[in-house]
């Protein structure tokens, strides 16, 4: 198996971009596909980016997702920062026999 | 829209049963998807639980395989979870979730707290 190791939390002002990284223990980062999913307090997760790079519809393209072979990472960049990106954001891939969600980073939009 | 639905009791005890049911609408649930179940202990992460396929096929998270089984109700349009021989450490939310290929989980359902204890 494998974990997806995530900051705990990270900080940014208003209007300003931050990367939240994922690292990948063990396996290709490459091999599966990586999904982002932001939670809201009290809420359910929603996803911000699918199959490493998507944006569902409705999503601003102010979120962007890659991935990083050399470090076996994938990244989730948010520019132009609003107080209401503040949330938890989780990564999440897979391998043949399981699903493996990140352990989440607090953004917090001071 | 497809939205989802999940029900069940909110207190099971010690050594018992944990059942949900997952109430799938806007879309048919013999979709070509699989229909999966995660959680999450309080204050804590995301947990992938397991998935089942309109046909009864099922994969699972390899550390509770031995106590989770899962169904479909095509006439109802659900699907259901039952995890056995729980303990405190299987209290958390408990979501159900449209798999779209790739493991990608969207929507979610708004989460059931299920709480075990005496």
């Known amino acids: 198996n494998f974990i997806l190791t995530q900051p705990h939390s990270v900080s940014e002002s208003p209007g300003k971009t931050v990367t939240i990284s994922c690292t990948r223990s063990?396996?290709?980062?490459?091999?599966?596909?990586v999904q982002w999913y932001r939670q809201r307090p009290g809420s359910s997760p929603t996803t911000v980016i699918y199959?490493?790079?998507?944006?569902p519809s409705g999503v601003p393209d102010r979120f962007s997702g890659s991935i990083d072979s050399p470090s076996n990472s994938a990244s989730l960049t948010i520019s132009g920062l609003k107080t209401e990106d503040e949330a938890d954001y989780y990564c999440?891939?897979?391998?043949?026999?399981?699903?493996?969600f990140g352990g989440g980073t607090k953004l917090t939009v001071l | 829209q497809v939205q989802l639905q999940e029900s069940g009791p909110g207190l099971v005890k010690p050594s018992g049963t944990l059942s949900l049911t997952c109430v799938v609408s806007?879309?048919?649930?013999?979709?070509?998807?699989?229909w999966a179940w995660v959680r999450q202990s309080p204050g804590k992460g995301l947990e992938w639980i397991g998935e089942?396929?309109?046909?009864?096929?099922?994969n699972s998270n390899p550390s509770l395989k031995s106590r989770v089984s899962m169904t479909i109700d095509k006439s109802k349009n659900q699907f259901s979870l039952n995890l056995n021989s729980v303990t405190a450490a299987d209290t958390a939310i408990y979501y159900c979730?449209?798999?779209?290929?790739?493991?990608?989980?969207?929507?979610w359902g708004q989460g059931t707290l299920v709480t075990v204890s005496t």
């Open positions: 999440q891939s897979y391998d043949d026999n399981d699903v493996i």
């Open positions: 063990s396996g290709s980062i490459a091999g599966n596909y």
């Open positions: 199959e490493d790079d998507q944006r």
């Open positions: 089942i396929y309109h046909d009864g096929s099922t």
């Open positions: 979730a449209r798999s779209r290929g790739d493991n990608w989980f969207d929507p």
């Open positions: 806007g879309a048919s649930i013999i979709n070509i998807t699989w």
